[in-house]
């Protein structure tokens, strides 16, 4: 489906993984995607794969000033912004003895506190376009895995926001959609899954078309928080089939 008009679409984490996805499924219905992200040449190569043009912002997220930066620069080459993907993330283990403070707030600035810095500093633009905002969370949100204290906890403060943006955007037009997914292939698992248990996780081009069909989904259905996971978990190896099918009987 085609998106109704040129949405100007800013994806954060565009470089790789989700947020690639995302800008490939949002710039192949015709939106104008911005892509930011920390490289630079991770950014132009996801822009040069894309349907139509697309914006290259670099920008660390993290950092101070630089979340006002980006909607500044967006509004300046494109005068709105309809729909914010915020994917960038990161994916830090430790457990609790090892959970630093740096750990901690490292974890909170991007997968938290930048999301709420763009969002604070697009809200303006996203009341005038009756924009959308996608919240890239996770399962981690509300199921608990040993050495995720940071990450359950910057997650579940993810969904706990958007629910209140959810709220405050109501009237202003803007709708939520927070997405809580399970595992996807992606670079975020490098080091810290096997192939074979990697080639059972979900497609990120498959996640990234879905998240274009909610943002394509009509403006009158709201769109509660969404889990999704692969059909079978990944990191439990699957039966033989002849075996499966003897115990069936
Ligand atoms: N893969 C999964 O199984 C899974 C499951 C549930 C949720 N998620 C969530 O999905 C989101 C995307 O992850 P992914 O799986 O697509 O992994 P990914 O390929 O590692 O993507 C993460 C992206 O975030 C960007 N990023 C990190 N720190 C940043 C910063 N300070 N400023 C700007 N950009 C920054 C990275 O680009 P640069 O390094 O160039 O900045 C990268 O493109 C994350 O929020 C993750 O928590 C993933």
Not at 4 to 23: H, K, N, Y
Not at 148 to 163: M, R
């Amino acid at each position: 489906m085609t998106l109704q008009r040129p949405l100007v679409a800013v994806v954060t984490g565009a470089g790789s993984g989700i947020g690639l996805a995302c800008a490939g499924a949002l710039a192949a219905r015709g939106a104008r995607c911005v892509l930011v992200g920390r490289r630079r040449e991770r950014l132009e190569a996801a822009a040069a794969g894309l349907d139509g043009p697309a914006t290259v912002l670099p920008a660390d997220l993290a950092e101070p000033g630089e979340a006002e930066r980006v909607v500044a620069e967006t509004l300046t080459a494109h005068s709105r912004i309809d729909v914010i993907v915020h994917s960038a993330g990161v994916f830090e283990k430790a457990a609790v003895p090892e959970a630093t403070a740096a750990h901690w707030q490292r974890v909170m600035d991007i997968n938290l506190g930048a999301v709420m810095a763009l969002t604070r500093a697009a809200w303006e633009a996203l009341s005038d376009s009756g924009g959308q905002i996608v919240l890239v969370s996770s399962i981690a949100a509300m199921q608990a895995f040993e050495g995720n204290a940071a990450y359950a906890a910057s997650k579940g403060g993810l969904n706990a926001l958007g629910e209140v943006l959810r709220l405050e955007g109501r009237d202003r037009g803007i709708r939520v959609i927070t997405l809580c997914p399970a595992q996807i292939d992606t670079e975020l698992w490098d080091g810290k899954a096997p192939d074979s248990v990697r080639d059972r996780m979900m497609p990120a081009a498959g996640v990234g078309e879905l998240v274009a069909d909610l943002v394509g989904a009509d403006r009158r259905i709201d769109i509660g928080p969404v889990v999704i996971r692969p059909v079978r978990d990944p990191w439990v190896e699957p039966e033989p089939r002849a075996h499966r099918a003897t115990c069936q009987r």
